[in-house]
C-alpha cells in the first residue's frame, strides 16, 4: 500500500469554483497532474483518472473498468488547498503508468502492502518502497513511470498540500527540515520504516466513516497529524544537530537507550529506579530528560505503546479485547477499555465493530 503525501508551495489561487454543497476550492495555474497509458493514449482509466483531479466537487471515486481489472481511486478535496486520492486496485495484466505533475513539492510515500517500483525521466536506476518502509522525496519536474505487476494488490493514498501559505497550522511545522534530510542524499529519496503511530493513522484516514463536516474536520486533523508525527519520529528525532535545551548528548543518548529497553519488554517494564540505573541517570533527570525529549512522562509512554500493541493485534482480527489487553501488558480489560477510549475516542468495541463492518 503507498501513501503519498504531497505538499505543494504554488503561487496564488488562480480562479475559485464551487461544488453543488457551496464549498470553496481553489485551482492554481501551477496545480495539474497528467496521468497516461503507456500503451494506450485513449485509455478510459487515465482519462477518467486526469477528469477527477481537474474537477473541484468535494469527492469522486473513479472504477477501474472490468476488462482491466478492479478497484477504485477516490480524490477527496477538503478545502482549496488539499487533496486527499485513495486507491484500492488489482490489474488483470501488466501495466505501465506515467505521471506528471506541477508545483514544488516535498512528498511522503508509506509502503503497507505489495511493494512498488518506478522510474524517473532523466535519472538512473530504479526507485521504489518495500512493505513498512516510508519515503521522503522532492519535487522533480519529470516524468515518472510505474509498473503495476498483474495480480499484485496496490492500495494507496496521496495527500496533495496546495497554496500551503493558506495552511496557517502548517507554517508552525519544521518542513525545511525534510529538505535538509533529502540534500544529503544522493538517491533523492529518504527511505525510513514506519512507526506504530503512523500506521495507526494511515489506518483512522483510510477507514474514516464519517460524513459531510465532520468528515473534513476530521481528515484535516489526521493529515497534519501524520506530517507531524513523520517529522518528530523521523526527521527530527534522527536528524537533530544539537541536543534539547538542558540536556547533554551524553543524556540523549542515554534516554533513547531507556526508549528501546521499554519498547523492548511493555510487558514488564523495569521501573523508575532500576531503569535509571541500567542507562547510567538519576530518576530526576530520567523522567524530566525523557518527557522533554519524548513528549510524555516513562508510565504514559508505557501505556502508549502498549494501547498500539493491542490496537494491531485486535486490527489483525486473531484476538478478543480481552486477549489483546493482557498480551499488550494490561492487567485488567476494564483499565485498557478507559485508556483506548481516551486516546482513541470510543470504547475497542465499539471502534472495532465500526472497522470491520
Not at 172 to 187: C, D, T, V
Not at 314 to 321: A, F, H, Q, S, Y
Request: charged letters at 25%; hydrophobic letters at 35%; a positive charge.
Amino acid at each position: 500500500m503507498i501513501i503519498s503525501i504531497h505538499l505543494k508551495m504554488c503561487g496564488p489561487p488562480k480562479r475559485a469554483a464551487s461544488d453543488r454543497n457551496g464549498v470553496e476550492f481553489m485551482q492554481s495555474a501551477e496545480r495539474y497532474c497528467e496521468i497516461a497509458n503507456a500503451e494506450n493514449s485513449n485509455c478510459a482509466l487515465t482519462l477518467n483518472l486526469n477528469e477527477m483531479y481537474r474537477t473541484c466537487s468535494f469527492e469522486q471515486v473513479v472504477k477501474v473498468p472490468e476488462e482491466m481489472g478492479k478497484g477504485y481511486w477516490k480524490c477527496i478535496r477538503t478545502y482549496s488547498s488539499i487533496d486527499l486520492v485513495i486507491c484500492d486496485v488489482r490489474f488483470t495484466k501488466n501495466m505501465t503508468l506515467s505521471s506528471r505533475e506541477g508545483g514544488n513539492n516535498i512528498n511522503l510515500g508509506f509502503c503497507l502492502g505489495d511493494s512498488i517500483r518506478w522510474s524517473v525521466e532523466g535519472r538512473k536506476g530504479e526507485f521504489g518502497l518495500d512493505p513498512w518502509e516510508v519515503s521522503a522525496f522532492g519535487s522533480i519536474q519529470a516524468s515518472n513511470r510505474c509498473q503495476y505487476d498483474v495480480d499484485s494488490h496496490f492500495q494507496g493514498l496521496s495527500l496533495k498540500l496546495n497554496h500551503m501559505e493558506s495552511i496557517g497550522p502548517l507554517h508552525h511545522l519544521p518542513l525545511h527540515k525534510i529538505s535538509s534530510a533529502l540534500s544529503g542524499n544522493s538517491r533523492l529519496f529518504y527511505n525510513s520504516q514506519m512507526t506504530s503511530g503512523m500506521k495507526r493513522i494511515v489506518h483512522d484516514i483510510i477507514h474514516c466513516y464519517y460524513h459531510g463536516d465532520i468528515k473534513h474536520i476530521y481528515l484535516e486533523g489526521k493529515i497534519l497529524e501524520l506530517i507531524a508525527l513523520y517529522l518528530y519520529e523521523v526527521i527530527l528525532e534522527k536528524n537533530t544537530s544539537s541536543p534539547p535545551l538542558g540536556l547533554s548528548r551524553t543524556e540523549v543518548a542515554s534516554l533513547h537507550l531507556a526508549k528501546d529497553i521499554l519498547d523492548g519488554d511493555l510487558m514488564s517494564p523495569p521501573g523508575l529506579e532500576a531503569l535509571a540505573k541500567r542507562v547510567c541517570l538519576n530518576e530526576f533527570k530520567l523522567k524530566k530528560g525523557f518527557k522533554l525529549l519524548f513528549g510524555m512522562p516513562v508510565h504514559a509512554y508505557v501505556i502508549d505503546r502498549r494501547l498500539e500493541a493491542a490496537f494491531h493485534m485486535l486490527e489483525e482480527g486473531r484476538m478478543k479485547i480481552t486477549e489483546a489487553a493482557y498480551a499488550a501488558g494490561f492487567g485488567k480489560t476494564g483499565h485498557f477499555s478507559e485508556q483506548f477510549k481516551r486516546k482513541y475516542g470510543v470504547n475497542p468495541s465499539e471502534y472495532f465493530r465500526q472497522f470491520r463492518r
